[in-house]
């Protein structure tokens, strides 16, 4: 056992320790879960020395015999791709934790143990060098998700649960009929032994099989990113999932289906990625701007960030389908920006719906005067999210539009503009929550009167706004609004407390690295390139090793034939 797979195990014999703990000790259990994230956290710190002296070859390398029958290995290992997101998985569990210490207020010994499952899970997807071990963990991650949601979720929670697992599923059975129909080809899950039998030249796949395996790949890692059209679950259970689980989908969950792509679609099958790239490229590019400009009308918080996800993570297709060294190299590095910026985002949006208990922009506005500092650390994760220059995206989407400029220069023209409306939804969104006049707070036409309140209807979001909802679940903070709070805030002055000291711990590590990521890309881009770069060597070389067997064929034909004359 080496140093990963200790970090594997911990959430496991955490998840067991926590459930043989009494349930009524919630103090003792959520103190548990989170002093064993951080061993976690630390322990995989560990893990980036010898990844980085070697970053294009696989480290901290374990490889067992699992099941015998059909050969299934244990077989995990890093790279400068994967070692990032294993890290980003394991700073994004304490912080939940941190996120969730009030905000669960039932069944908290079930959703401890639950959130280390999902650590457990995403851990093993990124690690995982068996098709098969891959599926395992892959399913692993949806339990965990689908619980987060239906139990802890708000008012419609069971429908966004069941859309998210339906969604999920469906593209996972797809997949395992590929990587089924790849061991029976080929007699092993193993990736490393597929693209050996492929730069060989002993695997070769016809044009339909290559074209079917991709797409079976491609839709369930699609769905997951997601990729329009298959993005519908993603915001109802955005919006429907607690803030822990909507922090730990967008900063992490979504990126399975993004290096799932990168690891295992595009390598396995290059030419069929190659052919149907133009129209995935387009995808990506309407996602880009469909995702914005449905953003740019969301009067739900919740919902505005959700849709930014879609528009973020098509420039990550974009990049990854550019088949450049600046367009991998800069999905990547999104992949991670995202993980940072959206996921903090999704931590503030949280926080204000505790103060206030709503997630409709109409019923915010002059947060920034009883709360600066929450403003401020807003406004600083609005600029990041939107690639403001020394913050984490810009990086990441300059070298993805100047990777689709090379590819073709319509790519990086049409995908600019989505960097253009991010900008008008974030600042707009910003302008209404956190300037201006609270609600209900209005001055009369003589200028006095200033902080009257505006009788005659109900805040929005209040019960009367719940479109048949229904009441919110014990324990789940609806959505609803209180409407008599609304009321109390235009009599007594507009009151909503800054942000506590649990609040800066979660967000501190957040608002760094948003910085450091920014003014200081060389600490992680030479590990990503040499990465991405030993990638893009199997995309190349399928082409030239499909020609060079044929070449080889022909001359043993031609012998054989000289040899009959």
Known sequence: MNLFDLVLALPAIGFFLILFLPKDNFDLIRKLAFVLSLIIFGASLLLIPQVMNAPAQMSHVTDVQWISYPNIRYHVGLDGVSLWLVLLSTLLTPIAILISWDYIDRRQKEFYAVLLVLEFGLIGVFAALDLFLFYVFWEVVLVPMYLMVGIWGHDRRIYAAVKLFVYTMAGSVLMLGGIIYLYNKTGTFDYAALLELMGSGRLTF???????????????????????????????????????????????????????????????????????????VALGIIGIIYGALVALVQPNIKKLVAYSSVSHLGFVVVGLFSFTQYGLDGAVYIMIAHGISTGALFMLVGMLY????????????????????????????????????????????????????????????????????????????????????????????????????????????????????????????????????????????????????????????????????????????????????????????????????????????????????
């Not at 993004?258 to 390598?267: C, E, V």
């Not at 409306?421 to 001055?443: D, H, I, K, N, T």
């Open 206 to 280: 016809t044009h339909l099989e290559s074209t079917l395996l991709f797409l079976a790949f491609f839709l369930a890692f699609a769905i997951k990113v997601p990729i329009f059209p298959l993005h519908t679950w993603l915001p109802d259970a955005h919006v429907e999932a607690p803030t822990p689980g909507s922090v730990m989908l967008a900063s992490v969950m979504l990126k399975m289906g993004t290096y799932g792509l990168l690891r295992f679609a595009i390598p396995l099958f290059p030419d069929a990625a190659r052919e149907n790239a133009p129209w995935i």
């Open 354 to 565: 505790e103060r206030r208990h709503s997630l409709d922009i109409r019923d915010y506005g002059g947060v920034a005067t009883p709360a600066p500092w929450l403003a401020t650390v807003f406004l600083v994760t609005t600029f990041a999210s939107i690639g403001l220059p020394t913050l984490s995206n810009f990086v990441g989407e300059y070298l993805v539009l100047q990777g689709a400029a090379i590819a073709n220069f319509n790519y990086a023209v049409f995908a600019a503009i989505g960097v253009i409306l991010s900008a008008c939804y974030m600042l707009w969104m910003y302008q209404r929550v956190f300037l201006g006049r609270a609600p209900g707070m209005a001055e009369t036409a003589g200028g006095h009167g200033h902080g009257a309140p505006s009788h005659g209807a109900p805040a929005h979001g209040a019960p009367d706004d719940t479109h048949g909802h229904g009441a919110p679940a014990h324990g789940s903070h609806g959505h609803a609004a209180d409407h008599t709070v609304a009321h109390a805030d235009a009599h007594a002055g507009f009151h909503m407390p800054d942000l506590n000291a649990r609040e800066w711990a979660a967000l501190l590590p957040m608002l760094a690295l948003m910085v450091i990521m920014g003014v200081a890309a060389q600490l992680f881009l030479p590990s990503i390139s040499a990465s991405n770069a030993e990638a893009l060597t199997h995309t190349k070389g399928s082409q030239e090793q499909r020609v060079k067997a044929t070449q080889t064929a022909d001359e043993e034909l031609a012998k054989e034939l000289a040899r009959a004359r």
